[in-house]
T-cell receptor, first 109, second 115 residues
Framework: KQEVTQIPAALSVPEGENLVLNCSFT??????LQWFRQDPGKGLTSLLL?????REQTSGRLNASLDKSSGRSTLYIAASQPGDSATYLC????????FGTGTLLAVQP | DVKVTQSSRYLVKRTGEKVFLECVQD?????MFWYRQDPGLGLRLIYF???????EKGDIPEGYSVSREKKERFSLILESASTNQTSMYLC??????????????FGPGTRLTVT
């Protein structure tokens, strides 16, 4: 059974710091991996999708990497801003979408 | 912009009541989904639908049913609400042109409390 884990559960950093969020999954048989952002009172917004054949994807200050063989992905956020404060979820696609429990990020001004 | 709306942001119901959660999407998406989100458990799939009147069970369908009479609307029904169904419920939709699970657009969620 595929399990997706995100560590840490919560993270607080000062503004301007570069940071890394981690996601691990137990079964490497995935089609792709996505990173989502969730703001309070709002739904999830997809940030990046990495196909299983890819190693990384970039969007602005965000860079996501995927190491399928080791079952790991990281989301790198450069020069963090208070507006980056949110919960970040990773999810893998097998025959459905399986989510991790998320990392709550707080960027302090 | 794709818009997925859910009928209520907050809902309080009593144990045993029949509860309807409504979800509407305005982008003519074929696929629609219902998830619940609980602390420490993440999002879990309750039901999904790939066409009008078609439905498939997800991981935790017990205690729930769904209805999809029109393409844009997907309803989640709690036949007899129980306290363990207190949760955040999220609806999503995706187009048939992409992988069903890839391009999901989420609604804002309904926080349901069953007392």
């Amino acid at each position: 059974k595929q399990e997706v884990t995100q560590i840490p559960a919560a993270l607080s950093v000062p503004e301007g710091e570069n940071l890394v969020l981690n996601c691990s999954f137990t079964d490497s048989a995935i089609y792709n991996l996505q990173w989502f952002r969730q703001d309070p009172g709002k739904g999830l917004t997809s940030l990046l999708l990495i196909q299983s054949s890819q190693r990384e994807q970039t969007s602005g200050r965000l860079n996501a990497s995927l190491d399928k063989s080791s079952g790991r992905s990281t989301l790198y956020i450069a020069a963090s801003q208070p507006g980056d404060s949110a919960t970040y979820l990773c999810a893998v696609t097998t025959n459905k979408l399986i989510f991790g429990t998320g990392t709550l990020l707080a960027v302090q001004p | 912009d794709v818009k997925v709306t859910q009928s209520s942001r907050y809902l309080v119901k009593r144990t045993g009541e029949k509860v309807f959660l409504e979800c509407v999407q305005d982008m003519d998406h074929e696929n629609m989904f219902w998830y619940r989100q609980d602390p420490g458990l993440g999002l879990r799939l309750i039901y999904f639908s790939y066409d009008v009147k078609m439905k498939e069970k997800g991981d935790i369908p017990e205690g729930y049913s769904v209805s999809r009479e029109k393409k844009e609307r997907f309803s989640l029904i709690l036949e007899s609400a129980s306290t363990n169904q207190t949760s955040m419920y999220l609806c999503a939709s995706s187009p048939a042109t992409s992988g069903m699970w890839d391009e999901q657009y989420f609604g804002p969620g309904t926080r349901l409390t069953v007392t």
